[in-house]
C-alpha cells in the first residue's frame, strides 16, 4: 500500500477521495466506490500501488490508437478495479472485483520501465481496468518513462478531477478515452457516473494538445439513436475534427445480454460522424475497409489493417502520398 494523492480528513475517523468526481466519504477501514483507495487508520491508502493483474505487449491499435505510431507495440499494465459500474464492462474480472480477489504480482515503476526498455516497447500504456484509480503509481512511472524518452499512453473513462488531471498531463502523450454515451442518464442507469466530468476531460486534454482518440461502444436501444450519434458527432466536431472516432460493437457480457449491435447499426452511426469528422473507425469486428486510414481529401488508403496487421502504405511523414494532405498521426521516424 501507498498513502494517496488527493484526499482530505472528516468527522469520525472517516476520510474524503478528491481523485474523482465520486468524491467518496469513505469510513474507517472501508473502500472507496473504486474497490482500491482505503481508508486505515483515518489515512486513505491505494491498494494497487506496484501491484498487478496483467502485463503484456500489445499492438499499439489494440488501445485502440490508430493515429500514434501505428504499427508499433507498447507494454500494457492494468489492475484491479474501476470508479465506474458498466453493466456491460469487458473486463469485469479484474475491473469489478476486490483487491485480495485477484492474483496480482508486485511490479514497480523502476522495474516497468526496465521491462519497457529492454523490449523494445514504444512506451507504456496504462489500461485494462481503470487506470486513473491507481494514480500514485501511474504518476510516479509516467514521470520516469518521460525521463528515458518514452510514450505515455492512457485507456481510460475520463473520470477524474480537475486538478489530478491536470498535474497528469504533463507527463501523458496519448490517451484514448471511453465516451460511453452522450446523454447523462445512460451514465447514471447503465455506468454510475456523470456524463459532463468526462466530456470535461477529453476539453482539458484537448486544450493542451495531447493526442487523443476517443471510444464510443454502442448498445442497441440504449446509446445507438442518430440524434445521440449527431450530437456527440457536433461535440467533437467542436473540438476538432481531426480527433479519431472509434465505434465499437457490443458483445453481451457481465450483466448485460442484449443481443450484439448489428453492424449496419455501425456503418450508420459511422457515416453519421463521417459528414463532419474525418477518422472514423468500427471497432469490434474484422471487415477491413473499417479500419484502414484512409486521406480525408482524395480517400487514397494510407494505412492498411487487417486484425492487429498494420502495414503503412501510402503515407511520407504525416501527409498522404498521393494529395500531400496533412494527417494528424504521429509515426515512426
Not at 457490443?250 to 463532419?276: D, F, G, H, Q, V
Amino acid at each position: 500500500m501507498k498513502e494517496a494523492l488527493y484526499w482530505t480528513k472528516k468527522e469520525d475517523k472517516k476520510v474524503q477521495c478528491l481523485l474523482c468526481p465520486h468524491n467518496c466519504v469513505i469510513g474507517e477501514e472501508k473502500n472507496g466506490i473504486c474497490r482500491i483507495r482505503k481508508n486505515e487508520n483515518s489515512k486513505l491508502y491505494s491498494l494497487t500501488y506496484n501491484e498487478f493483474t496483467s502485463v503484456g505487449m500489445d499492438p499499439i491499435e489494440k488501445k485502440p490508437l490508430y493515429h500514434f505510431y501505428p504499427g508499433s507495440e507498447i507494454l500494457s499494465f492494468g489492475t484491479v478495479g474501476c470508479n465506474l459500474r458498466c453493466q456491460f464492462c469487458q473486463n469485469w474480472e479484474i475491473s469489478q472485483q476486490d483487491f485480495g480477489e485477484v492474483t496480482t504480482r508486485t511490479i514497480t515503476a523502476d522495474e516497468a520501465v526496465r521491462l519497457a526498455k529492454t523490449s523494445n516497447s514504444v512506451g507504456i500504456a496504462y489500461t485494462y481496468n481503470e487506470p486513473l484509480i491507481n494514480y500514485e503509481w501511474l504518476l510516479e512511472t509516467a514521470q520516469l518513462v518521460q525521463k528515458y524518452d518514452l510514450k505515455n499512453v492512457l485507456v481510460t473513462n475520463g473520470y477524474l478531477n480537475e486538478e489530478p488531471l491536470e498535474n497528469l498531463l504533463p507527463y501523458i502523450d496519448a490517451a484514448n478515452i471511453d465516451v460511453k454515451s452522450f446523454r447523462n442518464e445512460f451514465y447514471r442507469k447503465i455506468c454510475g457516473g456523470t456524463l459532463d466530468a468526462v466530456l470535461r476531460t477529453v476539453e482539458i486534454m484537448v486544450k493542451r494538445k495531447k493526442h487523443i482518440e476517443l471510444t464510443n461502444l454502442l448498445v442497441p436501444t440504449l446509446n445507438d439513436s442518430e440524434e445521440e450519434i449527431e450530437d456527440l458527432t457536433d461535440w467533437i466536431y467542436a473540438l476538432d475534427k481531426e480527433i479519431p472516432l472509434h465505434f465499437s460493437r457490443y458483445y453481451p457480457c457481465y450483466k448485460m445480454e442484449i443481443p450484439a449491435t448489428p453492424l449496419a447499426t455501425l456503418e450508420k452511426a459511422r457515416k453519421i460522424a463521417l459528414k463532419k469528422l474525418k477518422y472514423v473507425y468500427i471497432g469490434n469486428v474484422w471487415e477491413a475497409e473499417y479500419n484502414r486510414t484512409y486521406c480525408p481529401n482524395c480517400e487514397t488508403v494510407l494505412i492498411e489493417r487487417r486484425g492487429y496487421q498494420t502495414e503503412i502504405v501510402n503515407l511520407k511523414g504525416n501527409s498522404c502520398g498521393k494529395c500531400s494532405e496533412k494527417i494528424n498521426i504521429m509515426i515512426h521516424e
